[in-house]
């Protein structure tokens, strides 16, 4: 009897294993790709800004990201609100870019950012586009933003290839850097 349930416990398991897809023993080309994937996405950065307006000027109108929210929230005190604006480039889900206004937020000082070149705790945005030609000239007309070098050509060392980049750098009117670039080789699949 006993040998009779052992026997039968484990032909019921054999065929429930059928059922789950994570018993796969010789591994599921899903289930290695499951795996292998880190389980942390960066989903967001967002940006304290003076004024949320001259920001979407450059992020929104120029670089041509989409506002996918744009909410007024309130402090759980209640006693201050703040706008935060939320934009995607092509992915609905990571690397979006969050813009908040403060409230007050346009009394602050003007940021104290080096003339030339950028210092250590500082952190870059960079976006690729296909479409340097137009979206540079664009950002760089904006209100507020400063240019901080034209496209230009740089070759970038690789695991056996050279990367070649159009590279330009802008300072937003909060004195965020951003690289705006664009892959010549190897070319990116919209290319």
């Known amino acids: 009897m006993i040998i009779r349930s052992i026997f039968f416990a484990g032909l019921a398991s054999v065929a429930l294993a059928g059922c789950n897809p994570s018993a796969d023993p010789a591994g599921s080309a899903d289930a290695q790709e499951a795996t292998a994937r880190n389980p942390l996405d960066l989903r967001r950065t967002t940006l304290l800004v003076r004024d949320l307006e001259a920001s979407l000027a450059l992020y929104r109108d120029a670089i041509g990201m989409e506002v996918t929210y744009d909410q007024i929230i309130t402090s759980r005190d209640g006693t201050s609100q703040s706008r935060l604006v939320l934009l995607k480039a092509n992915d609905e889900r990571i690397g979006m870019l969050g813009l908040w206004q403060l409230e007050n937020a346009s009394d602050a000082p003007l940021p104290d950012v080096p003339e030339t070149g950028f210092e250590t705790g500082e952190i870059v945005l960079l976006f690729n586009t296909p479409e340097l030609d137009t979206v540079f000239p ?51 699949d919209w290319d």
């Open 138 to 188: 664009a950002a760089a007309a904006v209100p507020g933003v400063t240019v901080m070098s034209e496209p230009t050509y740089r070759e970038y060392p690789g695991d056996g290839v050279t990367y070649e980049v159009m590279v330009s750098m802008l300072r937003d009117p909060d004195g965020h850097i951003v690289e705006l670039n664009r892959r010549i080789f190897p070319p990116l």
